[in-house]
């Protein structure tokens, strides 16, 4: 009788690893892995960075010349149709024939540019709120921006596809 008193308080003693177990590991190394990756994430998407004024340049390509005069300084763009402000017309800065690309009989390149009073290509500059993180430009600290990028925009006169040239600090901007 002694002897499997012994072996009781031998097997009571030992610890017994089973899928409850195993279950609370996974539960508690997700919870560490959620804190890092909160705060580390949210460093590189600028929760800690400052907003700022930027200078968006920008290109329209292959609009109406009359088009040009519903660009005035001031006007607001509107991104993608809903309330999101891409910025604030400051300067347009050139207008030039638009220009189309095609290949000849014989295979080669050819550009010819549309009459002056027909269709035309548009640059300018707009002034924007927002933030530069490591990964890129953060228009009002939640959407991405790129130089090549193109965007749906409206503004009170006029709807466009417009294009990011260049991104700049307005203290810095020419």
């Known amino acids: 009788m002694a002897q499997t008193d012994k072996k009781k308080t031998k097997n009571a003693a030992r610890i017994r690893f089973n899928i409850i177990d195993l279950v609370l590991i996974i539960a508690v190394l997700a919870c560490l892995v959620g ?10 998407f600028g929760v800690n960075h400052e907003m700022g004024e930027y200078v968006l ?3 329209i390509k292959d609009i109406r010349y009359t088009s040009a005069d519903a660009f005035p300084e001031g006007d607001t763009f509107f991104l993608n149709g809903d309330d999101t402000v891409l910025g604030t017309v400051i300067a347009i800065d050139s207008t030039s024939p638009s220009e189309v690309i095609y290949t000849d009989s014989w295979g080669d390149y050819k550009t010819i540019y549309y009459p002056e009073d027909s269709r035309i290509d548009l640059t300018g500059r707009l002034l924007s709120a927002g933030m530069m993180t490591d990964r890129g430009y953060m228009l009002n600290g939640n959407t991405y921006l790129a130089p090549g990028q193109t965007y749906y925009v409206e503004t009170p006169h006029i709807n466009v596809s417009v294009t990011i040239t260049g991104i700049e600090s307005a203290d810095t901007a020419g």
């Open 35 to 44: 804190v890092y990756l909160r705060y580390n994430i949210s460093e590189q």
């Open 57 to 59: 340049s920008f290109e």
